[in-house]
T-cell receptor, first 114, second 113 residues
């Protein structure tokens, strides 16, 4: 399966714990995007990364959230000291060329904070 | 500030008829538009896209129309099939804003047999 992979699919964390969400882009894609979908809402852009570079993080909350896309391995979205409001579906997408080309999404990670 | 709006949260259509999903946008810098289909507990699936230099793009049963002067786009599905039942999101992108997509709130389409 050469599609976008995300793991875990479901993640339960208690308030104050850390959440790590992983994304492996589609084969041949080097651009990764993270989006968040809160209940009853559309997807909201969080961050756009290329290998070892953050290109646009204008949608990332200023605190507790960070993202990376290392030279080797998957992209990681990290949420420190999670709160109940972080409960959402987090989707990763990849594209073969940055800019306005089509993005292909993974199945998402559903984070529940208890 | 909702730059991309889908004003109909739901739409019900009879199998075989046409489904028309609408989307409005406010940012005149948007130059590329996409439609995604999403089933529950899955990621969005890319359906069809259109550049702002065109007013129509067709792919099988799916056609997207763009009216730049009205800042409006629509997705036509004909004929509609029960398997088309899903949430449909329109999204927009601006070349000067890098790769990020701005999504509407979604329209839930139900196609009844």
């Amino acid at each position: 399966n050469a599609g976008v992979m995300q793991n875990p699919r479901h993640l339960v964390r208690r308030r104050g714990q850390e959440a790590r969400l992983r994304c492996s882009p589609m084969k041949g894609h080097s651009h990764v995007y993270w989006y968040r979908q809160l209940p009853e809402e559309g997807l909201k852009f969080m961050v756009y990364l290329q290998k070892e570079n953050i290109i646009d993080e204008s949608g990332m909350p200023k605190e507790r959230f960070s993202a990376e896309f290392p030279k080797e391995g998957p992209s990681i979205l990290r949420i420190q000291q999670v709160v109940r409001g972080d409960s959402a579906a987090y989707f990763c997408a990849s594209s073969g060329t940055g800019g306005f080309y089509e993005q292909y999404f993974g199945p998402g990670t559903r984070l529940t904070v208890t | 500030d909702q730059q991309v709006k889908q004003n109909s949260p739901s739409l019900s259509v009879q199998e075989g008829r046409i489904s028309i999903l609408n989307c409005d946008y406010t940012n005149s810098m948007f130059d590329y538009f996409l439609w995604y289909k999403k089933y529950p507990a899955e990621g969005p699936t890319f359906l069809i896209s259109i550049s702002s230099i065109k007013d129509k793009n067709e792919d099988g049963r799916f056609t997207v129309f763009l009216n730049k002067s009205a800042k409006h786009l629509s997705l036509h599905i004909v004929p509609s099939q029960p398997g088309d039942s899903a949430v449909y999101f329109c999204a927009a992108s601006a070349n000067n804003q890098g790769g990020k997509l701005i999504f509407g709130q979604g329209t839930e389409l139900s196609v009844k047999p």
